[in-house]
């Protein structure tokens, strides 16, 4: 007869961002865990709470199948000798199965013959079996761990309670102290210990004890009560995703509730006051139905409605006290000057090793004046670009970011608009951070574009210059997500960027004039172009472009990145024509014999008086068409032309011996094939393109 499990792991609070991976994390590995132990079961569902992880499975069966297993021994004369007798190797191998001689077939496999017994496994008792999930339980991983006591096991969080139950049976296992039983704890202040015969009353029993284990119901419920108090006040309430499971996932029984703040506060920048309402108190902001922000928070309660008042009383007082902090620090920031932020970072350290935030500045207004004509800024944007690399990170030494960081560059962007910086400017300074995370918004703007490259530039340039090179997981000052970061900005202005000649270009300007710069970049190239390299490898695996494709692309003789982006989406998109298989394999075998010719005899002049066949006389005419137009001509066009090289490359080869016996003609044919492969290599290195 088929049963239900249940496993609830009780726990300490754990942070809520790590309450769904792991309630995910487990419903995975117990899973894991009944296949591989050859139990089939119905569904699997998980419930999480700041207090616990729990897994309902059903329809597991009383017992294991019976499994028969074919094993393989030694082979038949090692097992026995020339009188049939058994060997000792033969008589280990069965014992070892638990069986004995008798049970020995031989079956010939690739011409030699073996000992092979058949393996009866007897199924044990289900509930044998899931004592094993003590082995889940502790296998579960964190980002951060703790051990309590005078354990040397380290978990989340201390665990205070195992529920394991298969129907009404008690799965007994113990993990530390603490014994597997069919007691669940209720909500901290409101609830008792429940009691539960089966899982099925699962959630029913934790529901009167104000308890909701189901975490997407426990949303639903913060949903529809801010919902229901939305549209009572005609208001508008952006029901973030991140604050939304961050919520869900601090509270056990949710009641929301409206708190107020003073008018007075609404002076302040409305993201000063946003931040304070969301990122530090995890409050949802209020707005009307015009979108402008109201004296009114919203917030969820781990409890029910009983002594509300008190609640939103010291809610309402602990966000006045960080509002007037906020106030406090605008007006002070207000009495400073840009120039006298822009001295103080002088004095602050960008790292020891690489100097001060202002030498960084100095620095990013040189690469930015490099990038920026390089890709075509008008004059009135470099104009801009100019100015905002002068001070984009005053606002690092004023009040407000000091104890707001959340919102550098925001009020970089404020404070520059009230000092009277043009919008470009300002708009700048609050971009150059962008994008904030590897899928963030990236810069609307030219110019904060450039900033935001030249400054994550300088960020890499400067940590690969003093041996600070992110290693394995290592990457403690974001190098890997600022340079994903610089391909995303590229590749969605789709400016020309031909990095190797960029980087000529910084390195030279700042090692000409390091004093002021505080620093000495490195020559070596390598090691960054392998570095943003993968980078680019990871955009394009995202855009689900094959890894053939890509070791193709990012192989190639092409320098420019949007090139680079442009040859894989093209090479993509061309996968399923009906001739690429040939058209690919044609250029491959030019390419793997021109490797052939000897640099110091093989020139890349075609002698034309030394061709033997018309072949040859074709496809000198041919490969000249494609040489004169592709610098004209977009990479689709350049690539449609080299793929139009098969046929006269067939004839080619079916006409003509490469590698002939007169070294002059030997010589001049691979010269031919050289220049087709340096057409090629300039879009990709085909040969390492998969056509099977």
């Given at each position: 007869m088929a049963k239900d499990l249940l496993l609830e792991i009780g726990l300490e609070e754990m942070p809520a961002h790590v309450v769904w991976p792991s309630s995910k994390q487990l419903e995975e590995r117990v899973s894991a865990f009944l296949e591989e132990q050859n139990l089939t079961f119905g569904s699997i569902?998980?419930?999480?709470?700041?207090?616990?992880?729990?897994?309902?499975?059903?329809?597991?069966?009383?017992?294991?199948?019976?499994?028969?297993?074919?094993?393989?021994?030694?082979?038949?004369?090692?097992?026995?000798?020339?009188?049939?007798?058994?060997?000792?190797?033969?008589?280990?191998?069965?014992?070892?199965?638990?069986?004995?001689?008798?049970?020995?077939?031989?079956?010939?496999?690739?011409?030699?013959?073996?000992?092979?017994?058949?393996?009866?496994?007897?199924?044990?008792?289900?509930?044998?079996?899931?004592?094993?999930?003590?082995?889940?339980?502790?296998?579960?991983?964190?980002?951060?761990?703790?051990?309590?006591?005078?354990?040397?096991?380290?978990?989340?969080?201390?665990?205070?309670?195992?529920?394991?139950?298969?129907?009404?049976?008690?799965?007994?296992?113990?993990?530390?102290?603490?014994?597997?039983?069919?007691?669940?704890?209720?909500?901290?202040?409101?609830?008792?210990?429940?009691?539960?015969?089966?899982?099925?009353?699962?959630?029913?029993?934790?529901?009167?004890?104000?308890?909701?284990?189901?975490?997407?119901?426990?949303?639903?419920?913060?949903?529809?009560?801010?919902?229901?108090?939305?549209?009572?006040?005609?208001?508008?309430?952006?029901?973030?995703?991140?604050?939304?499971?961050?919520?869900?996932?601090?509270v056990e029984y949710p009641t929301v509730f409206i708190g107020d703040f003073e008018e007075r506060f609404l002076s302040v920048p409305e993201e000063v006051l946003v931040?304070?309402?969301?990122?530090?108190?995890?409050?949802?902001?209020?707005?009307?139905?015009?979108?402008?922000?109201?004296?009114?928070?919203?917030?969820?309660?781990?409890?029910?409605?009983?002594?509300?008042?008190n609640v939103i009383k010291g809610n309402q007082k602990v966000l006045t006290a960080r509002l007037e902090d906020a106030d406090f620090f605008y007006e002070e920031d207000k009495k400073l000057s840009i120039e006298e932020c822009v001295e103080k970072l002088k004095n602050v350290?960008?790292?020891?090793?690489?100097?001060?935030?202002?030498?960084?500045?100095?620095?990013?207004?040189?690469?930015?004046?490099?990038?920026?004509?390089?890709?075509?800024?008008?004059?009135?944007?470099?104009?801009?670009?100019?100015?905002?690399a002068e001070i984009y990170k005053f606002d690092l030494v004023t009040n407000m970011v000091g104890e707001f960081s959340e919102l550098q560059g925001i009020m970089g962007e404020k404070y520059a608009r009230l000092k009277g910086e043009s919008p470009a400017v300002a708009q700048a300074i609050r971009e150059h951070y962008m994008p904030v995370s590897a899928e963030g918004d990236l810069p609307e703007s030219n110019v904060g574009a450039v900033l935001a490259i030249a400054d994550k530039l300088d960020s890499v340039f400067g940590f690969f210059a003093v041996g600070m090179v992110p290693s394995g997981s290592n990457d403690p000052y974001a190098l890997r997500r600022q340079t994903y970061g610089i391909v995303r900005i590229i590749e969605a202005k789709g400016w020309t960027f031909p990095f190797t000649a960029m980087h000529g270009k910084i390195v030279e300007a700042i090692n000409a004039d390091e004093l002021n710069y505080g620093i000495h970049f490195d020559q070596d190239q390598q090691a960054v172009v392998n570095f943003f390299k993968g980078r680019l490898r990871q955009r394009l695996q995202l855009q689900n472009i094959r890894h053939d494709l890509i070791d193709a692309v990012l192989d190639s003789k092409q320098d420019d990145l949007t090139q680079i982006f442009e040859a894989a989406r093209i090479f993509d998109q061309h996968t399923k024509d009906m001739d690429f298989k040939e058209a690919m394999e044609a250029l491959t075998r030019v390419i793997n014999l021109a490797k052939k010719k000897e640099p110091e005899t093989?020139?890349?002049?075609?002698?034309?008086?030394?061709?033997?066949?018309?072949?040859?006389?074709?496809?000198?005419?041919?490969?000249?068409?494609?040489?004169?137009?592709?610098?004209?001509?977009?990479?689709?066009?350049?690539?449609?032309?080299?793929?139009?090289?098969?046929?006269?490359?067939?004839?080619?080869?079916?006409?003509?011996?490469?590698?002939?016996?007169?070294?002059?003609?030997?010589?001049?044919?691979?010269?031919?094939?050289?220049?087709?492969?340096?057409?090629?290599?300039?879009?990709?290195?085909i040969d390492k393109i998969i056509t099977k």
């Open positions: 569902e998980n419930f999480s709470t700041p207090r616990r992880l729990g897994i309902r499975v059903t329809d597991i069966p009383d017992r294991q199948e019976d499994v028969q297993e074919e094993v393989k021994g030694p082979a038949k004369k090692i097992a026995q000798d020339a009188e049939g007798n058994w060997s000792k190797a033969a008589e280990g191998f069965v014992r070892g199965q638990g069986l004995t001689t008798d049970a020995i077939t031989f079956r010939e496999v690739n011409g030699t013959e073996y000992v092979y017994v058949t393996k009866y496994i007897h199924g044990k008792d289900s509930k044998d079996v899931l004592t094993g999930l003590d082995t889940v339980i502790k296998s579960m991983t964190f980002p951060v761990t703790m051990h309590w006591g005078d354990n040397s096991f380290e978990y989340i969080r201390p665990i205070h309670w195992i529920v394991a139950l298969l129907d009404d049976e008690v799965i007994p296992f113990t993990l530390l102290d603490v014994t597997t039983g069919r007691e669940t704890l209720g909500h901290r202040f409101l609830g008792n210990t429940a009691m539960l015969v089966n899982p099925s009353e699962y959630e029913a029993k934790l529901k009167e004890q104000f308890v909701i284990a189901n975490a997407q119901e426990r949303q639903q419920m913060i949903i529809d009560q801010i919902n229901v108090l939305a549209a009572e006040h005609k208001w508008q309430v952006n029901l973030d995703a991140d604050l939304l499971e961050e919520v869900t996932n601090l931040t304070s309402m969301k990122e530090h108190q995890r409050y949802f902001e209020v707005r009307n139905q015009a979108g402008m922000l109201l004296p009114h928070f919203i917030s969820v309660r781990n409890g029910n409605r009983v002594k509300l008042e350290t960008f790292h020891e090793k690489i100097g001060s935030m202002y030498e960084k500045m100095q620095r990013v207004g040189m690469i930015s004046q490099i990038i920026g004509k390089s890709v075509g800024l008008t004059a009135e944007e470099l104009t801009a670009l100019k100015r905002a093989v020139t890349q002049q075609v002698d034309p008086s030394l061709f033997e066949n018309d072949s040859e006389q074709e496809l000198y005419q041919a490969v000249k068409e494609v040489q004169d137009q592709f610098g004209e001509q977009s990479m689709a066009e350049n690539y449609q032309m080299l793929a139009d090289l098969r046929p006269v490359i067939e004839r080619y080869f079916n006409q003509t011996m490469v590698m002939a016996e007169d070294e002059q003609v030997r010589n001049n044919r691979l010269s031919q094939l050289a220049q087709i492969a340096d057409i090629a290599e300039a879009l990709a290195s």
